[in-house]
C-alpha cells in the first residue's frame, strides 16, 4: 500500500505546468495567504480530487518548499506568508501531486529509522516503506546479540548481506545502528545502486558498506566475487513480492510511478523469495539468519521451501509488523 505517514511522472511540457499552476492557483485563492491557509486550502483541494493523504501530502510538501526540516515546523510558522516565488514552486509541486506522484519523489527525500534519504524519480528507485523499518528493527536486535556473544572475539565485525538494496535504506539504518557492522548490499536496478552510494556518503557510512549492481540468474548464480570469498553473518531483503496479476490493481503512485522491478514477484509473488531460500545458505556462515519481508499469504510456501530446502534449523519464525500483519519469516541456517 502507497503511504507518506509511515516511511516518475514529470510533465515534460513546461507550458502545461504553467497553465495548470496557473488554474490552481486561481482556483484555490492562495495568494497572500498564510501558511496555515494554504494547508487548508489545499487539503480541501486534495480532496476533491481524491488524493489520498490529502493534509500530510501538502504539508510535506509545503515544508520542503519553504525549507523546514520536517512537516512539524510548518507550526512554528503557520502565520507567515508565503513569497511569490514559493508559491509558483508550490504550485508546480502541488500539481505533481494532483497527478499522484508520490510525495517522496516529489520532494525528493524521505525519513527511515531517523535517517534522511535522497529519493530517485528519474529513473524510479522503489520508496521504503514504513512497516520496512521493523524488518531493520528484527535484524537490529539479531546483530546486537551477535556482537554481544561471549564467545566472538572484541575484534568481530558482523557482516550483512541484502538483497535489492533500493535507496539503501536498510543497510544504512543497520550501519548506523552498529558501528561493527559491515554491509554488502546489492541491486538489478543500477539507478537504485547509484542513489544507495549517494546516500551513504552523505551520512557518512561509505566507508562500511559496498553497493553493486547484480542480477540474480535463474540459477541462482549472482555475478559478484565477493559473495565466494565472504561468509555473512545475516541476510536481509525486502523482496519483490507482489504476484504478478496485482500489480495493475495497486494504487496510481506504485503502478504508474514506481519500478515494477521492485515489486513484481512472478505468478505467486515468491519468484525471489523461493531463489534466496534455496541458494542463501552457501553465502552464509553456520548459524546464521536470513530475514525476508513477504506477503503474509506466503507464509505457508515459504515453510514448504525451507523444509524442501533442508539448510534451517527447526519452523520458520514469523513476526508482525506494526499494522499487526504477519510480514516478516526468520530461517536460521544449519
Not at 263 to 282: E, N, S
Amino acid at each position: 500500500m502507497y503511504s507518506i505517514r509511515r516511511a516518475s511522472y514529470w510533465y515534460s511540457n513546461v507550458d502545461r505546468i504553467f497553465k495548470l499552476s496557473t488554474c490552481a492557483r486561481e482556483s484555490s485563492g492562495i495568494i497572500g495567504m498564510t501558511v496555515a491557509q494554504v494547508i487548508k486550502n489545499w487539503t480541501d483541494e486534495f480532496q476533491r480530487n481524491k488524493v489520498p493523504e490529502a493534509e500530510d501530502s501538502i504539508r510535506h510538501i509545503l515544508s520542503s518548499v519553504l525549507g523546514l526540516k520536517n512537516a512539524a515546523h510548518l507550526e512554528i510558522v503557520r502565520n507567515q506568508i508565503l513569497t511569490q516565488d514559493e508559491y509558483q514552486m508550490l504550485l508546480v509541486k502541488a500539481d505533481l501531486r494532483l497527478n499522484r506522484n508520490p510525495v517522496q519523489y516529489i520532494i525528493g527525500e524521505w525519513d527511515f529509522c531517523g535517517l534522511t534519504l535522497k529519493m530517485c524519480h528519474t529513473p524510479p528507485v522503489f520508496i521504503p516503506r514504513p512497516e520496512t523499518e521493523d524488518l531493520v528493527s528484527i535484524a537490529s536486535d539479531i546483530i546486537a546479540q551477535l556482537i554481544s556473544c561471549d564467545e566472538r572475539e572484541k575484534s568481530y565485525n558482523p557482516r550483512c548481506f541484502e538483497i535489492g538494496c533500493g535507496s539503501g535504506a536498510i543497510s544504512l539504518a543497520l550501519l548506523s545502528k552498529h558501528e561493527k557492522l559491515r554491509c554488502t548490499a546489492i541491486d538489478a536496478n543500477p539507478a537504485a545502486v547509484s542513489l544507495a552510494r549517494l546516500n551513504s556518503e552523505l551520512l557518512g557510512l561509505a566507508d562500511r558498506v559496498s553497493f553493486s549492481i547484480a542480477k540474480w540468474e535463474e540459477n541462482g548464480a549472482i555475478g559478484l566475487n565477493s559473495l565466494n570469498s565472504t561468509k555473512y553473518d545475516i541476510l536481509v531483503s525486502n523482496p519483490p513480492y507482489i504476484p504478478t496479476s496485482e500489480i495493475s490493481d495497486l494504487a496510481p503512485e506504485i503502478v504508474r510511478y514506481e519500478p515494477h522491478l521492485a515489486l513484481d514477484g512472478g505468478p505467486d509473488g515468491t519468484r525471489v523469495i523461493k531463489q534466496i531460500i534455496q541458494h542463501a545458505p552457501k553465502w552464509l556462515r553456520q548459524g546464521s539468519f536470513i530475514i525476508l519481508e513477504i506477503d503474509p499469504r506466503q507464509t505457508k510456501m515459504i515453510r514448504l521451501i525451507s523444509e524442501e530446502c533442508g539448510s534451517y534449523f527447526g519452523k520458520v519464525d514469523v513476526r508482525k509488523d506494526c499494522f499487526g500483519v504477519e510480514r516478516f519469516v526468520i530461517l536460521r541456517c544449519k
